[in-house]
């Protein structure tokens, strides 16, 4: 085996043992806040001496940001997900908020803590605002739906400006951004009726 073979292996489980012990923190820091989760909690959590944890992460900041930014990419890549070619608006937007709402369910501590409002005082940023923000993740979100829907809303699918419709329907998205819980849950229900709200309001 040659020696770059080796030093991609060696990288790969180094970046499996972060998103565990990444995950790991995730329950840690929804239940117990920022402020008062210690880094021995968190590397008791990932099954690790706190000692040992400083080969991967200098400090409960890094650990909390590097939770954001994984969330964040997960979050960016269903955006990029391909879509079955002749499915109208409607469908599209189903499919992604689909996708987004079976991420919502693996990656459910992660996805409690961000949407939970126990951030105390943590020095992240996402999209340029502090993650307390209320309005950090929404503004995220929207940045990507409207660019996203720059790529598939197809001209006379939209009655109004890309901008306006990205903020309204991250708007309803956001509004129903828990996703339904339990084994029988179906993420494909919850974004029909995400959608159809976006796109019909509630009039009969």
Request: aromatic share 8%; glycine share 8%; charged share 25%.
């Amino acid at each position: 085996m040659g020696i770059r073979s080796a030093d991609a292996r060696r990288a790969r489980a180094r970046e499996r043992v972060r998103e565990d012990i990444l995950l790991a923190a995730a329950g840690v820091f929804a239940r117990r806040g920022y402020a008062a989760a210690t880094l021995a909690e968190l590397a008791e959590a990932a099954g690790f001496a706190a000692p040992s944890l400083y080969r991967y992460f200098g400090s409960k900041e890094e650990i909390f940001r590097s939770l954001v930014e994984f969330l964040a990419a997960e979050v960016s890549a269903t955006f990029e997900l391909p879509l079955e070619p002749g499915l109208p608006l409607r469908g599209r937007l189903e499919r992604l908020l689909a996708a987004q709402g079976r991420l919502a369910h693996t990656r459910g501590a992660v996805w409690e803590l961000l949407t939970s409002a126990h951030l105390g005082d943590a020095p992240v940023k996402i999209g340029g605002r502090p993650l307390r923000d209320p309005h950090a993740g929404l503004e995220f979100y929207q940045d990507r739906l409207h660019a996203w829907l720059r790529r598939h809303a197809a001209p006379g699918e939209l009655r109004c400006p890309l901008r306006v419709a990205a903020r309204a329907i991250a708007g309803v998205a956001f509004a129903f951004r828990t996703a339904p819980a339990g084994p029988g849950a179906d993420p494909s229900a919850h974004a029909r009726t995400v959608v159809d709200l976006a796109l019909h309001g509630v009039h009969a």
